[in-house]
């Protein structure tokens, strides 16, 4: 049982209509829920059809895993809330550990927002899209979840809260005889402006009020504060800051440091650190940019902070090595303290081998002492402790080789896939094509494999990769290895859609889970 | 609905406001929190404004920090200190909102408050306040919590007292990075109030561990307290405990520390007194100067003045000095800067001898600087330099450097040469500014930016000031009144301008006789922009001259001017004759 949730995102996109637009259906167990009055079931499209407003562009879980975020190509977060949270969390895990079959992690739609809109640079002439690059969500005050979203060029702080929906009554001056608040408030400004010519000040306000009325000391028995009654309450979202001005190019990844207070944000020549409190200025740690723009060989492709060591961060290249870099021994950490890169290959290289080693993400695993990595054509995971090389490199679509080519000229060579890893640090999980994604087990001597597809139909089309049959396989590929009597992709790629791939996926920071993105669909997978 | 008495309606618009939609305008009413709670008395204050506002807490900030800030000074309006106590619950639901300067602010007020409370209240409410802060599920309130302790721990019973401690040594030991940089930063405010004995024994552990905390933002708060700690332990404890720390801390892997012990060490030359000075904290500084990054050298940099203040002469000399000088001709710019911005200072310390022997080279190396701010720097201290040795050894080398920076590309740093040109000819003397920088005042009335103009404008009549009348009316008003025959208007302008400003500190004679009939000539103009700006300066000059000048000549001026075709002309021209009819309609 693999896959078990969609939440479709369709028009139209005005802010008050959620309840129609997601739908939740069960496929595998026939049975559709339906969020809303509509039973929108039936209007579920495929993904073709879909605006692309609604296509996804980033997807995020917060550190909890009771909450998830995703973004889209409009310029709308989305937040989701787990709803089958227990109490005996502490339980859950040692069943989790004894790989006890459980109940699944369960999402609902919680809200949405606009985040960010389509804007024009008048200095520079150049349209900025509205589409999420990224999120990541903060830590969590007073109920209230925060998180940042960036497009290209601007980073806002968000803050989501349950909001009292007020209402208020008892008031002291009669609504009628000053027709709306507006004309309350001209007569309050007017009595207060001329009390201050009276006397000549503005700080003389409160006296003149005070000593004109001649205030009984018992206080006046007829004014009465305004009552207020609250009834329902529903999650708001507030743009707390906005973090502005600071990118000359797209902005690719922001990351939270550990220490809670700051965090950076990466260009394709630059990364920042801000201070989440100060929106006006920030710092330039690492520059990337040649004297001349025409020595411009290496750009900056995706950047992260260590979870725990709030000194170091990752970034990656198009030329595909990673840096760290310690930010206690410099002010400027234009040199790295290390470079991992994969030991240059003997053989042909050939036009591509440059493009295809470009790394489009980089995830630091939840102790911080490995760091996955993903290219074009494969996953690698490396040891922070251990340069030389990746200590395992997992081949996503090695089957895309011969076509490289054609995918040069349709431009897919420059697809950007994500990757994730698992909470335990057991597994990490890449995309593909034709709304495929990949699981790897990345433990020392682990050699499960197993492809997914994100779609209604899961069991469609599934490719197990044997394996040693004496190990005890995890649930997921059990789940995978079902439906395997189908013809794998690989004899199949003709069959390969360039145009359905999943790019964004993000795994729970503490169960079996998966969430992906296609297209403008929401797919959640438990194992 | 309540009708209200005609008088108390704005009283009643205010309270009905403190839920309006319209943010400006609650806070409006948050700002006269007083004036409602006097209109309501002190006990209905108590009793319903005080819980009302109990409930506001997820009010927009701004509303939450004017909120805040009014209830630090509620005392009165409840009814005096013992009632002080009801003000408590709105500011702890304001310690726990997310927005750091809410929670600062109610912080600040519950200080505020609990200082004045009595003992026994502080003891029934304050305390156990400052417990559940503590104890709060968010980080927020715990943060807030490390704020009031110090007000909290003085009128506490001894069992309360040991609660405190204990409670606080938890904070820094918390979860939360935010929550440990609040005990790091509030370590020393608590500290201050606890006793000696448990100085060393309890406050001194809290402070050992945040100093080796995994953190960087934790461990450079905690070099804060290093000064405030050291102060007020005993000189041997403090040798014994601080000491080895600080040490530690300027060799710190993180830069962030090191930069925080460099603007810090001079705090605690005292604390430790003058032979572990020398032992030991010279050496650190010395390092500290020698930092291989440019930012912490920067601090240091900045800090060498204070610092040699602290030690004898023969010891700046002999450890501060050479790496003084090896920071003049440091490969960062802002080094050099910081450096060039306090090195004036040690004039003074160093004396006569040893500033010319020392620093003078110095001084002349950072005065032909290419960094313009460098050498701006050294121009604005100049004064110190000169109370020890004199103008005359820097004379020499100060031309050069002030010609060049007074036609530097860069306008803002012609700018901030013009401002310390009355400072430079009050220091050089007459003679030198007749020679050498009387030309460039000249000069820069014509510069092609105008707050260049402006500030040169201004800075003749500073030296007007300066120097006297009878010197201006030599050197500066004949050159000043050329120019208005510049046939560019904007510099003719100037020449409005530059007499505007001048004519008060020149006198009523110098003004009737020099500037009035140029003045009377620009009226003919044929720039508009000229002729009203004659009228506004005729405006200004009626002051200045006598009424029968005034009638005779500037009258006639004006009413000429306000037949121009011009509307503008004609509208200052007005403007101006009507500020004569004010003018001797009040002497009359």
């Known amino acids: 049982m693999a896959y078990h949730m969609i939440f479709r995102f369709r028009q139209p996109r005005r802010r008050f209509e959620l309840a129609s637009q997601f739908v939740m259906s069960d496929q595998s167990r026939a049975k559709k829920s339906v969020f809303g009055e509509r039973s929108a079931g039936e209007e579920?499209?495929?993904?073709?059809?879909?605006?692309?407003?609604?296509?996804?562009?980033?997807?995020?879980?917060?550190?909890?895993?009771?909450?998830?975020?995703?973004?889209?190509?409009?310029?709308?977060?989305?937040?989701?809330?787990?709803?089958?949270?227990?109490?005996?969390?502490?339980?859950?895990?040692?069943?989790?550990?004894?790989?006890y079959p459980l109940r699944h992690p369960e999402f609902r739609y919680k809200t949405e927002f606009q985040s960010h809109d389509p804007e024009f640079d008048y200095l520079k002439s150049l349209e900025i899209e509205e589409k999420i690059n990224k999120i990541r969500w903060c830590q969590t005050a007073n109920g209230a979840l925060f998180l940042l979203s960036t497009n290209d060029k601007t980073i806002k702080f968000w803050k989501v809260q349950d909001k009292k929906i007020k209402k208020i009554c008892d008031m002291n001056s009669d609504p009628s005889r000053a027709i709306g608040n507006g004309t309350i408030a001209s007569s309050s400004n007017s009595n207060i402006t001329s009390s201050c010519l009276v006397n000549g000040g503005v700080s003389e306000v409160n006296n003149s009020l005070c000593t004109d009325f001649s205030l009984p000391p018992g206080g006046i028995s007829s004014l009465r504060l305004p009552v207020v009654t609250s009834h329902e309450s529903s999650p708001m979202a507030r743009c707390r800051r906005v973090y502005a001005h600071a990118h000359d190019y797209h902005i690719n990844s922001i990351s939270n440091n550990s220490d809670g207070e700051t965090f950076i944000s990466a260009d394709d020549l630059r990364i920042n650190l801000w201070n989440l409190e100060i929106s006006n200025q920030s710092f330039n740690i690492v520059d990337v940019k040649p004297a001349k723009m025409e020595d411009l060989s290496e750009v900056i492709t995706s950047a992260e902070f260590h979870p725990t060591h709030c000194n170091m961060l990752a970034y990656s290249s198009s030329k595909g090595s990673i840096r760290l870099i310690d930010l206690r021994q410099s002010a400027l950490c234009d040199s790295h303290s290390k470079l991992f890169e994969?030991?240059?290959?003997?053989?042909?290289?050939?036009?591509?081998?440059?493009?295809?080693?470009?790394?489009?993400d980089i995830k630091f695993a939840k102790e911080g002492r490995?760091?996955?990595?993903?290219?074009?054509?494969?996953?690698?995971?490396?040891?922070?402790?251990?340069?030389?090389?990746?200590?395992?490199?997992?081949?996503?679509?090695?089957?895309?080789?011969?076509?490289?080519?054609?995918?040069?000229?349709?431009?897919?060579?420059?697809?950007?896939?994500?990757?994730?890893?698992?909470?335990?640090?057991?597994?990490?999980?890449?995309?593909?094509?034709?709304?495929?994604?990949?699981?790897?087990?990345?433990?020392?001597?682990?050699?499960e494999t197993a492809t997914l597809e994100a779609s209604r139909n899961p069991m469609r089309r599934h490719v197990p990769i044997p394996s040693r049959p004496s190990r005890t396989l995890s649930s997921i590929t059990r789940v995978v290895s079902?439906?395997?009597?189908?013809?794998?992709?690989?004899?199949?790629?003709?069959?390969?859609?360039?145009?359905?791939?999943?790019?964004?996926?993000?795994?729970?920071?503490?169960?079996?889970?998966?969430?992906?993105?296609?297209?403008n669909s929401l797919y959640m997978y438990y194992a | 609905m309540a009708m209200v008495d005609e008088p108390l309606y704005p009283i009643a618009v205010l309270i009905d406001e403190l839920k309006n939609d319209d943010i400006q305008l609650r806070l409006n009413s948050i700002r006269r929190l007083s004036t409602i709670a006097r209109a309501l008395g002190e006990e209905r204050t108590r009793k319903e404004l005080i819980p009302f506002l109990s409930e506001n807490s997820d009010d927009d900030d701004e509303v939450l920090l004017a909120m805040a800030e009014e209830l630090g000074v509620f005392i009165p309006f409840?009814?005096?200190?013992?009632?002080?106590?009801?003000?408590?619950?709105?500011?702890?639901?304001?310690?726990?909102?997310?927005?750091?300067?809410?929670?600062?602010?109610?912080?600040?007020?519950?200080?505020?408050?609990?200082?004045?409370?009595?003992?026994?209240?502080?003891?029934?409410?304050?305390?156990?306040?400052?417990?559940?802060?503590?104890?709060?599920?968010?980080?927020?309130?715990?943060?807030s919590a490390c704020g009031i302790?110090?007000?909290?721990?003085?009128?506490?019973?001894?069992?309360?007292?040991?609660?405190?401690?204990?409670?606080?040594?938890?904070?820094?030991?918390?979860?939360?990075?935010?929550?440990?940089?609040?005990?790091?930063?509030?370590?020393?405010?608590?500290?201050?109030?606890?006793?000696?004995?448990?100085?060393?024994?309890?406050?001194?552990?809290?402070?050992?561990?945040?100093?080796?905390?995994?953190?960087d933002s934790v461990r450079l708060l905690a070099?804060?307290?290093?000064?405030?700690?050291?102060?007020?332990?005993?000189?041997?404890?403090?040798?014994?405990?601080?000491?080895?720390?600080?040490?530690?801390?300027?060799?710190?892997?993180?830069?962030?520390?090191?930069?925080?012990?460099?603007?810090?060490?001079?705090?605690?030359?005292?604390?430790?007194?003058?032979?572990?000075?020398?032992?030991?904290?010279?050496?650190?500084?010395?390092?500290?100067?020698?930092?291989?990054?440019?930012?912490v050298r920067i601090a240091a940099a900045g800090k060498v003045t204070k610092f040699c203040r602290l030690l004898n002469p023969e010891l700046a000399i002999q450890h501060i000095l050479p790496c003084v000088k090896e920071l003049s001709s440091d490969s960062s710019q802002h080094v050099r800067s910081a450096l060039a911005s306090v090195i004036m200072g040690m004039a003074p310390i160093l004396g006569k001898d040893s500033t010319i022997e020392h620093?003078?080279?110095?001084?002349?190396?950072?005065?032909?600087?290419?960094?313009?701010?460098?050498?701006?720097?050294?121009?604005?201290?100049?004064?110190?330099?000169?109370?020890?040795?004199?103008?005359?050894?820097?004379?020499?080398?100060?031309?050069?450097?002030?010609?060049?920076?007074?036609?530097?590309?860069?306008?803002?740093?012609?700018?901030?040469?013009?401002?310390?040109?009355?400072l430079l000819a009050s220091q050089l003397g007459i003679g030198f500014f007749d020679d050498k920088l009387g030309a460039l005042c000249m000069q820069w009335l014509q510069d092609k930016v105008y707050s260049i103009r402006e500030a040169a404008a201004n800075n003749l009549k500073r030296l007007a000031e300066e120097f006297g009348p009878e010197w201006a009316m030599q050197h500066l008003v004949p050159q000043v009144l050329d120019m208005v025959n510049n046939p560019h208007y904007l510099h003719r302008m100037m020449v409005l301008r530059a007499i505007s400003l001048m004519a008060p500190v020149m006198g009523s004679e110098i003004t009737c006789s020099k500037f009035l009939p140029v003045v009377v000539e620009a009226s003919k103009d044929r720039v508009p922009n000229i002729k009203f700006n004659v009228a506004k300066l005729l405006q200004s000059l009626i002051p200045i001259v006598d009424q029968s000048v005034v009638d005779k000549t500037i009258r006639q001026c004006l009413v000429d001017l306000s037949e121009d075709p011009d509307v503008d002309v004609r509208y200052f021209a007005n403007q101006a004759l009507n500020s004569i009819d004010g003018t001797t309609a009040a002497q009359s």
């Open chain 2, 78 to 143: 409840v009814g005096g200190i013992e009632y002080a106590h009801v003000l408590l619950p709105p500011l702890e639901s304001l310690c726990t909102v997310e927005e750091t300067c809410v929670r600062e602010k109610a912080v600040e007020s519950l200080c505020k408050i609990g200082s004045q409370m009595k003992e026994n209240d502080l003891v029934e409410s304050f305390v156990p306040l400052v417990k559940r802060l503590a104890a709060g599920e968010w980080f927020a309130a715990r943060v």
């Open chain 1, 342 to 360: 994969e030991p240059e290959q003997a053989g042909p290289k050939s036009f591509f081998t440059e493009i295809i080693a470009s790394v489009s």
């Open chain 1, 44 to 99: 579920v499209q495929e993904a073709g059809v879909s605006s692309a407003v609604d296509i996804i562009s980033a997807i995020e879980f917060d550190n909890s895993g009771n909450h998830l975020a995703t973004g889209d190509r409009g310029g709308r977060v989305v937040l989701f809330e787990r709803t089958d949270t227990n109490n005996s969390s502490g339980t859950r895990r040692e069943l989790e550990e004894a790989d």
């Open chain 1, 482 to 519: 079902r439906g395997s009597e189908s013809p794998g992709v690989d004899g199949n790629t003709n069959a390969l859609d360039y145009t359905t791939k999943l790019l964004h996926l993000a795994w729970h920071p503490n169960e079996n889970s998966i969430a992906c993105a296609a297209a």
């Open chain 2, 359 to 422: 620093l003078l080279p110095i001084f002349l190396s950072l005065l032909k600087d290419e960094f313009p701010d460098v050498r701006l720097n050294i121009i604005s201290k100049l004064d110190q330099v000169n109370q020890v040795i004199g103008i005359d050894l820097l004379s020499q080398s100060l031309l050069p450097a002030i010609v060049e920076l007074a036609e530097d590309r860069h306008w803002r740093v012609r700018l901030a040469i013009i401002e310390y040109v009355p």
């Open chain 1, 370 to 447: 490995y760091l996955l990595s993903r290219d074009y054509m494969t996953l690698k995971l490396w040891d922070i402790n251990m340069d030389a090389g990746p200590v395992a490199t997992f081949q996503v679509h090695e089957y895309l080789k011969p076509k490289l080519c054609d995918l040069y000229e349709n431009d897919s060579i420059f697809d950007k896939f994500e990757c994730c890893i698992s909470g335990n640090g057991l597994r990490a999980a890449t995309g593909s094509y034709s709304n495929l994604f990949r699981v790897f087990g990345v433990a020392p001597g682990s050699t």
């Open chain 2, 223 to 295: 070099v804060e307290g290093c000064a405030a700690l050291g102060k007020l332990l005993e000189p041997q404890d403090c040798v014994a405990r601080i000491l080895p720390v600080i040490v530690n801390f300027s060799q710190d892997k993180s830069w962030r520390v090191r930069y925080m012990v460099a603007n810090q060490l001079y705090e605690l030359c005292e604390a430790v007194g003058p032979d572990c000075t020398r032992t030991d904290l010279v050496p650190a500084y010395v390092r500290l100067l020698r930092d291989n990054e440019a930012e």
């Open chain 2, 149 to 215: 302790f110090h007000v909290a721990y003085q009128g506490c019973t001894d069992v309360l007292k040991t609660e405190l401690r204990a409670t606080y040594s938890q904070l820094c030991q918390d979860d939360m990075p935010m929550v440990r940089r609040a005990a790091a930063s509030n370590l020393g405010k608590f500290a201050t109030t606890v006793e000696s004995t448990f100085l060393i024994a309890e406050i001194m552990t809290m402070f050992d561990d945040l100093t080796k905390d995994d953190q």
